[in-house]
Protein backbone atom coordinates (compact mmCIF):
# COMPACT_ATOMS: atom_id res chain seq x y z
CA UNK A 1 0.00 0.00 0.00
CA UNK A 2 1.36 3.77 -0.83
CA UNK A 3 2.34 5.66 2.17
CA UNK A 4 1.40 9.26 2.51
CA UNK A 5 3.06 12.26 3.62
CA UNK A 6 1.00 15.28 4.65
CA UNK A 7 3.04 18.50 4.36
CA UNK A 8 3.00 22.30 6.05
CA UNK A 9 3.81 25.08 3.43
CA UNK A 10 3.68 23.35 0.48
CA UNK A 11 2.62 26.26 -2.11
CA UNK A 12 6.64 27.03 -2.81
CA UNK A 13 9.98 26.36 -1.77
CA UNK A 14 11.21 23.27 0.08
CA UNK A 15 7.61 22.25 0.91
CA UNK A 16 6.62 22.30 -3.06
CA UNK A 17 9.78 20.00 -4.04
CA UNK A 18 9.26 17.85 -1.35
CA UNK A 19 5.86 17.11 -2.44
CA UNK A 20 6.80 16.62 -6.03
CA UNK A 21 9.51 14.20 -5.08
CA UNK A 22 7.27 12.03 -2.72
CA UNK A 23 4.69 11.69 -5.67
CA UNK A 24 7.47 10.44 -8.23
CA UNK A 25 8.59 8.32 -5.35
CA UNK A 26 5.01 6.86 -5.11
CA UNK A 27 3.64 8.09 -2.34
CA UNK A 28 0.31 9.93 -2.00
CA UNK A 29 0.99 13.60 -1.10
CA UNK A 30 -1.53 16.09 0.94
CA UNK A 31 0.18 19.25 -0.22
CA UNK A 32 -1.44 21.77 2.61
CA UNK A 33 -1.07 25.51 2.00
CA UNK A 34 -2.22 28.86 3.11
CA UNK A 35 -4.03 29.60 -0.36
CA UNK A 36 -4.92 26.72 -2.42
CA UNK A 37 -7.04 28.86 -4.75
CA UNK A 38 -3.56 30.05 -6.30
CA UNK A 39 -2.00 26.60 -6.76
CA UNK A 40 -2.02 24.87 -10.23
CA UNK A 41 1.16 23.30 -10.61
CA UNK A 42 0.25 20.24 -7.96
CA UNK A 43 -2.59 19.07 -9.00
CA UNK A 44 -1.36 17.74 -12.08
CA UNK A 45 -0.05 15.19 -10.29
CA UNK A 46 -1.71 11.79 -9.88
CA UNK A 47 -0.94 11.26 -6.36
CA UNK A 48 -0.77 14.95 -5.01
CA UNK A 49 -3.94 16.48 -3.13
CA UNK A 50 -4.47 19.92 -2.35
CA UNK A 51 -5.83 21.48 0.93
CA UNK A 52 -6.23 24.87 2.65
CA UNK A 53 -4.06 24.81 5.70
CA UNK A 54 -2.94 28.03 7.97
CA UNK A 55 -0.63 26.68 10.67
CA UNK A 56 -1.70 29.40 12.91
CA UNK A 57 -5.13 28.52 13.51
CA UNK A 58 -6.59 24.88 15.25
CA UNK A 59 -9.74 24.57 13.43
CA UNK A 60 -7.71 25.06 9.90
CA UNK A 61 -5.09 22.44 10.93
CA UNK A 62 -7.83 19.75 12.56
CA UNK A 63 -10.02 20.48 9.69
CA UNK A 64 -7.19 19.92 6.48
CA UNK A 65 -6.03 16.73 8.88
CA UNK A 66 -9.32 15.61 8.66
CA UNK A 67 -10.07 16.41 4.88
CA UNK A 68 -6.67 14.46 4.13
CA UNK A 69 -7.43 11.23 6.38
CA UNK A 70 -11.32 10.80 4.65
CA UNK A 71 -9.07 10.94 1.00
CA UNK A 72 -6.72 8.90 2.26
CA UNK A 73 -7.14 6.57 5.53
CA UNK A 74 -3.78 7.17 7.07
CA UNK A 75 -0.75 9.27 7.12
CA UNK A 76 2.59 7.61 7.62
CA UNK A 77 5.11 10.96 7.56
CA UNK A 78 4.06 14.37 8.72
CA UNK A 79 6.29 17.17 7.17
CA UNK A 80 6.26 20.37 9.27
CA UNK A 81 7.69 22.70 6.39
CA UNK A 82 5.33 26.12 6.73
CA UNK A 83 7.99 28.74 8.55
CA UNK A 84 8.85 32.28 7.56
CA UNK A 85 11.94 34.88 8.79
CA UNK A 86 11.95 37.42 11.11
CA UNK A 87 15.85 39.00 11.11
CA UNK A 88 17.59 42.30 13.15
CA UNK A 89 17.35 43.18 16.43
CA UNK A 90 15.68 41.53 19.59
CA UNK A 91 15.13 45.07 20.55
CA UNK A 92 13.66 46.65 17.73
CA UNK A 93 11.11 43.74 17.50
CA UNK A 94 7.39 44.76 18.34
CA UNK A 95 5.28 41.84 20.75
CA UNK A 96 3.02 41.28 17.95
CA UNK A 97 6.21 40.50 15.39
CA UNK A 98 7.38 37.93 18.09
CA UNK A 99 4.69 36.41 18.51
CA UNK A 100 3.65 35.88 14.99
CA UNK A 101 6.73 34.23 14.80
CA UNK A 102 6.82 31.70 17.38
CA UNK A 103 3.09 31.12 16.24
CA UNK A 104 3.58 30.32 12.73
CA UNK A 105 7.17 28.73 13.30
CA UNK A 106 7.02 26.56 16.97
CA UNK A 107 3.12 26.71 17.97
CA UNK A 108 2.06 25.73 14.14
CA UNK A 109 4.30 22.44 14.60
CA UNK A 110 2.88 21.68 17.38
CA UNK A 111 -0.49 22.14 16.41
CA UNK A 112 -0.28 19.92 13.53
CA UNK A 113 1.90 17.14 15.67
CA UNK A 114 -1.29 17.09 18.40
CA UNK A 115 -3.39 16.60 15.37
CA UNK A 116 -1.81 13.83 13.51
CA UNK A 117 -0.86 11.86 16.66
CA UNK A 118 -4.24 9.96 16.96
CA UNK A 119 -3.69 8.72 13.14
CA UNK A 120 -0.14 7.79 14.05
CA UNK A 121 -1.39 5.34 17.08
CA UNK A 122 -3.84 4.42 15.03
CA UNK A 123 -1.67 2.50 12.53
CA UNK A 124 1.00 1.53 14.87
CA UNK A 125 3.37 4.36 14.08
CA UNK A 126 4.58 6.79 12.24
CA UNK A 127 7.44 9.93 11.33
CA UNK A 128 7.76 13.15 11.98
CA UNK A 129 10.06 15.58 10.31
CA UNK A 130 10.42 19.45 11.20
CA UNK A 131 12.15 21.63 9.09
CA UNK A 132 14.42 23.75 11.51
CA UNK A 133 17.40 25.35 10.12
CA UNK A 134 21.60 25.54 10.82
CA UNK A 135 20.10 28.48 12.84
CA UNK A 136 18.43 25.77 15.29
CA UNK A 137 21.37 24.36 16.06
CA UNK A 138 24.39 27.58 15.63
CA UNK A 139 22.92 31.19 16.60
CA UNK A 140 23.96 33.49 14.14
CA UNK A 141 24.05 37.48 14.23
CA UNK A 142 20.57 39.45 14.76
CA UNK A 143 18.74 36.27 14.00
CA UNK A 144 17.51 35.88 17.79
CA UNK A 145 14.12 35.66 17.45
CA UNK A 146 13.48 32.68 14.09
CA UNK A 147 16.94 31.08 15.56
CA UNK A 148 14.83 30.71 19.38
CA UNK A 149 12.11 29.70 17.10
CA UNK A 150 14.16 26.82 15.35
CA UNK A 151 15.99 26.10 18.28
CA UNK A 152 12.68 25.42 20.08
CA UNK A 153 11.32 22.93 17.33
CA UNK A 154 15.03 21.45 17.60
CA UNK A 155 14.36 20.60 21.33
CA UNK A 156 10.94 19.54 21.27
CA UNK A 157 11.68 17.19 18.49
CA UNK A 158 14.79 15.40 20.47
CA UNK A 159 12.59 15.50 23.88
CA UNK A 160 9.48 13.91 21.57
CA UNK A 161 11.16 10.97 21.16
CA UNK A 162 11.10 10.07 24.15
CA UNK A 163 7.25 9.84 24.91
CA UNK A 164 6.55 9.08 21.40
CA UNK A 165 9.04 5.85 21.25
CA UNK A 166 5.97 2.97 22.49
CA UNK A 167 3.82 4.18 19.78
CA UNK A 168 6.69 3.73 17.18
CA UNK A 169 6.77 7.07 16.21
CA UNK A 170 10.07 8.55 15.55
CA UNK A 171 10.92 12.44 15.47
CA UNK A 172 13.23 14.06 13.34
CA UNK A 173 14.54 17.17 12.52
CA UNK A 174 16.26 18.39 8.93
CA UNK A 175 18.24 21.44 9.66
CA UNK A 176 18.92 23.43 5.96
CA UNK A 177 21.51 25.94 5.77
CA UNK A 178 20.94 28.54 2.95
CA UNK A 179 18.18 27.31 0.57
CA UNK A 180 17.26 29.28 -2.48
CA UNK A 181 13.70 29.82 -2.36
CA UNK A 182 10.87 32.94 -1.46
CA UNK A 183 12.44 32.31 2.21
CA UNK A 184 14.93 35.28 1.86
CA UNK A 185 12.29 37.50 -0.57
CA UNK A 186 8.70 37.36 0.49
CA UNK A 187 9.12 35.01 3.26
CA UNK A 188 11.28 37.42 5.12
CA UNK A 189 10.64 39.99 7.71
CA UNK A 190 12.33 42.61 9.70
CA UNK A 191 12.23 43.29 13.21
CA UNK A 192 12.78 47.24 12.63
CA UNK A 193 10.95 49.92 11.11
CA UNK A 194 13.23 52.57 10.92
CA UNK A 195 16.99 53.65 11.99
CA UNK A 196 18.16 51.77 14.89
CA UNK A 197 21.65 51.88 17.19
CA UNK A 198 22.46 48.42 15.30
CA UNK A 199 22.20 49.98 11.81
CA UNK A 200 26.35 50.00 11.53
CA UNK A 201 26.31 46.72 12.61
CA UNK A 202 22.94 45.36 11.01
CA UNK A 203 24.60 46.43 7.54
CA UNK A 204 28.05 44.81 7.78
CA UNK A 205 25.72 41.76 8.65
CA UNK A 206 23.24 41.49 5.66
CA UNK A 207 26.29 42.06 3.44
CA UNK A 208 28.11 38.93 4.71
CA UNK A 209 25.03 36.69 4.50
CA UNK A 210 24.30 38.07 1.24
CA UNK A 211 28.14 36.82 0.06
CA UNK A 212 26.95 33.28 0.79
CA UNK A 213 24.61 32.81 -1.56
CA UNK A 214 27.04 31.06 -3.69
CA UNK A 215 27.17 27.98 -1.20
CA UNK A 216 23.29 27.68 -1.15
CA UNK A 217 21.34 24.50 -2.07
CA UNK A 218 18.65 23.74 -4.45
CA UNK A 219 14.91 23.38 -2.58
CA UNK A 220 15.32 19.56 -4.23
CA UNK A 221 18.26 18.73 -2.54
CA UNK A 222 16.83 19.52 1.00
CA UNK A 223 13.85 17.33 -0.28
CA UNK A 224 16.38 14.52 -1.21
CA UNK A 225 17.10 15.32 2.55
CA UNK A 226 13.62 15.00 3.66
CA UNK A 227 12.91 11.94 2.05
CA UNK A 228 15.99 9.82 3.56
CA UNK A 229 14.76 11.22 6.58
CA UNK A 230 11.23 9.69 5.86
CA UNK A 231 12.95 6.06 4.63
CA UNK A 232 16.01 5.61 5.81
CA UNK A 233 14.34 3.58 9.81
CA UNK A 234 16.86 4.72 11.66
CA UNK A 235 16.85 6.61 15.10
CA UNK A 236 18.70 9.37 13.54
CA UNK A 237 17.32 12.79 15.09
CA UNK A 238 19.04 15.64 13.22
CA UNK A 239 19.64 15.76 9.18
CA UNK A 240 22.51 18.83 8.29
CA UNK A 241 21.40 19.77 5.08
CA UNK A 242 23.44 21.42 2.74
CA UNK A 243 27.32 21.77 2.56
CA UNK A 244 27.31 25.04 4.06
CA UNK A 245 25.32 24.16 6.89
CA UNK A 246 27.36 20.53 7.08
CA UNK A 247 30.74 22.82 7.26
CA UNK A 248 29.21 25.78 9.97
CA UNK A 249 28.02 22.69 12.06
CA UNK A 250 31.31 21.16 11.15
CA UNK A 251 33.10 24.38 12.84
CA UNK A 252 30.50 24.33 15.82
CA UNK A 253 31.29 21.52 16.87
CA UNK A 254 35.27 21.41 16.66
CA UNK A 255 35.43 24.85 18.24
CA UNK A 256 35.08 26.10 22.34
CA UNK A 257 31.81 28.17 22.20
CA UNK A 258 34.98 31.39 22.77
CA UNK A 259 36.95 30.48 19.88
CA UNK A 260 33.29 30.06 17.34
CA UNK A 261 32.06 33.51 18.99
CA UNK A 262 35.22 35.26 17.62
CA UNK A 263 35.35 33.35 14.58
CA UNK A 264 31.65 34.31 13.51
CA UNK A 265 32.20 38.06 14.42
CA UNK A 266 35.77 38.41 12.44
CA UNK A 267 33.77 36.76 9.51
CA UNK A 268 30.55 39.14 9.89
CA UNK A 269 33.70 42.15 10.43
CA UNK A 270 31.94 43.17 14.30
CA UNK A 271 33.82 43.55 17.16
N1 LIG B 1 15.42 29.02 2.40
C1 LIG B 1 16.31 28.97 3.40
O1 LIG B 1 17.40 29.53 3.30
C2 LIG B 1 15.98 28.18 4.66
C3 LIG B 1 17.03 27.83 5.50
C4 LIG B 1 16.77 27.11 6.65
C5 LIG B 1 15.47 26.76 6.96
N2 LIG B 1 14.45 27.12 6.13
C6 LIG B 1 13.08 26.74 6.51
O2 LIG B 1 12.50 26.01 5.46
C7 LIG B 1 11.08 26.11 5.54
C8 LIG B 1 10.49 26.39 4.17
O3 LIG B 1 10.97 27.63 3.70
P1 LIG B 1 11.41 27.85 2.18
O4 LIG B 1 12.86 28.12 2.18
O5 LIG B 1 10.87 26.79 1.31
O6 LIG B 1 10.71 29.26 1.89
P2 LIG B 1 9.36 29.62 1.08
O7 LIG B 1 9.48 29.21 -0.34
O8 LIG B 1 9.11 31.07 1.38
O9 LIG B 1 8.24 28.71 1.76
C9 LIG B 1 7.68 29.01 3.00
C10 LIG B 1 6.35 28.30 3.06
O10 LIG B 1 5.79 28.47 4.38
C11 LIG B 1 4.43 28.83 4.19
N3 LIG B 1 3.85 29.50 5.35
C12 LIG B 1 4.26 30.62 5.99
N4 LIG B 1 3.42 30.92 6.99
C13 LIG B 1 2.45 29.96 6.99
C14 LIG B 1 1.29 29.71 7.76
N5 LIG B 1 0.92 30.52 8.77
N6 LIG B 1 0.54 28.60 7.49
C15 LIG B 1 0.89 27.77 6.48
N7 LIG B 1 1.96 27.97 5.69
C16 LIG B 1 2.73 29.06 5.95
C17 LIG B 1 4.44 29.71 2.96
O11 LIG B 1 3.11 29.85 2.49
P3 LIG B 1 2.57 31.11 1.64
O12 LIG B 1 2.86 30.78 0.20
O13 LIG B 1 1.12 31.16 1.97
O14 LIG B 1 3.32 32.33 2.11
C18 LIG B 1 5.34 28.88 2.07
O15 LIG B 1 4.62 27.80 1.51
C19 LIG B 1 10.78 27.19 6.59
O16 LIG B 1 10.42 26.58 7.81
C20 LIG B 1 12.13 27.89 6.76
O17 LIG B 1 12.29 28.44 8.05
C21 LIG B 1 14.67 27.82 4.98
Do not use: C
Not at 106 to 116: D, P, Q, S, Y
Not at 240 to 251: K, P, R, S, W
Request: no cysteine; proline share 3%; net charge negative.
Amino acid sequence: MAKTIFITGASSGIGKAAAILFSKQGWNVAATMRNPQHENELQQYPTIKVYALDVTQTDSVTQAVEQALADWQHIDVLLNNAGYGLAGPLETASEEKVMDQFNTNMFGVMRTIKALLPNFRAIGGGTIINITSIGGLVGLPFNSIYHATKFGVDGLSESLNYELRPFNIRVKVVAPGGVITDFATRSLQRTMDGASVYDAALEKVFAAFGTNAANYSTADQIAEVIYQAATDDTDQIRYVAGQDAQALYGAWKSMSNEEFFAMVNQRFGLS
